[in-house]
């Protein structure tokens, strides 16, 4: 008996497709027993620390004293007697302005007291004997301390003629030479003189930033630093720390409209004169201290779509879970965070694009970041 082609053609199909089923039950036995082993992960774990609240806010020096020397009389002056760009006392002479004039006026103002009091003594013998009226002598006493009130503007107005510095400081340039005509009350000053030693530092900060510290301190998250709280370090327009330490004066009392901001004023030690008025600086002031901060290597800390900080991390079950986490500030190379993550938890800084929320990891201590050192100041 014969078979037809039909039914040769059937049965090969049969066969083959037992064929490849029994080759992919064999090729998937050998796929489930090696599954792929977790991905591995650098992981740090976070602890706590005492941290030193800092900002860091811009500001401009300013003398601590200023003084515009005026004339107080009108001349020609004589003589320039010091050295523009250099130190002065409390009463050394910066100038002297022509004074015959005013010697002339104090020579006539002495012959008029002596012949004014030689007069009132006169009568004042006369009056008790009725020689002259007692009208006549209080017109002659009168006359008297009038000559007498007249010899003193005399004395006051040669004294001003020497003109004094009125404090301690370094004098600028002179806006007067020897030969020119100066006037009391004059708008120009004839020189300037500033007190650099202490010397001011004006800083502003936001009304934001300074209600947000408030609040941290009134809740506890925040200690007073204690005496340190009074006390600003110094960074110059070049980079470099001033050597110096100052002391926080005051803060204002009212906020700039235009800024929002407040201004707060520090005390510097000068005795370099490395600080001129006018610098630009930026002054650190310390807030606070932070007992249980949280300093997170940048590294482990990531934004998504929306721009919001998130944090992977390993959770007991050595599996990865999506934090969101607030960010306060940057510390050198890490973040402050106070929000989303606690004391313990283990942060994935290495292997993170090898990674999917609740996905199973091999944690390890991470290689690629720094270990925490003794800084605990934001600077």
């Known amino acids: 008996m014969s078979i037809k082609p039909a039914s040769t053609a059937l049965v090969s199909a049969l066969v083959i497709a037992i064929s490849l089923a029994g080759c992919g039950q064999q090729s998937d036995a050998p796929q489930q027993e090696g599954a792929a082993p977790a991905p591995k992960v650098g992981v740090v774990t976070l602890q706590a620390q005492p941290f030193s609240l800092t900002s860091e806010l811009p500001g401009r020096t300013a003398a601590f004293r200023m003084a515009e020397v005026r004339p107080q009389v009108n001349g020609i002056i004589e003589k320039r007697l010091f050295k523009e760009g250099t ?147 110094l960074l110059l327009s070049d980079g470099s720390t001033y050597g110096q330490e100052g002391t926080l004066e005051f803060s204002e009392v009212s906020v700039d409209e235009g800024t929002g901001s407040v201004i707060l004023r520090a005390v510097f030690p000068n005795p370099d004169r490395v600080l001129l008025p006018g610098m630009f600086v930026r002054a650190e002031l310390q807030a606070g201290v932070r007992q249980e901060a949280l300093l997170v290597p940048q590294q482990g800390i990531t934004r998504n779509q929306r721009g919001q900080p998130t944090a992977m991390v390993v959770n007991a079950s050595n599996e990865v879970e999506l934090r969101d986490v607030k960010t306060d500030r940057a510390v050198g190379n890490r973040w402050l965070v106070s929000e989303g993550l606690q004391p313990g938890d283990r942060v994935i800084t290495e292997g993170l694009q090898y990674v999917q929320p609740g996905a199973k990891v091999d944690a390890s201590e991470a290689t690629n970041v720094d270990q925490p050192g003794a800084a605990n100041t934001e600077g």
């Open 87 to 233: 130190e002065v006392k409390v009463g050394q002479q910066l100038y002297q302005i022509d004074d015959s004039v005013y010697q002339a006026t104090l020579g006539s103002a002495k012959a008029t007291l002596a012949s004014a009091q030689s007069l009132a003594q006169r009568y004042k013998q006369l009056v008790s004997d009725r020689a002259v009226s007692q009208q006549q002598y209080d017109e002659a006493q009168a006359a008297y301390l009038q000559a007498k009130a007249d010899l003193d503007q005399a004395q006051i107005n040669v004294r001003y003629t020497k003109v004094m510095a009125p404090i301690a400081g370094r004098i600028g340039r002179s806006a007067v030479t020897e030969g020119a005509l100066v006037s009391n009350g004059q708008t120009n000053a004839m020189a300037t003189i500033q007190q650099l030693d202490p010397i001011y530092v004006d800083v502003s900060q936001s009304v934001t930033d300074l209600l947000s510290l408030r609040r941290d301190l009134d809740a506890g998250r925040l200690q007073r630093a204690g005496d340190n709280s009074a006390k600003v370090k």
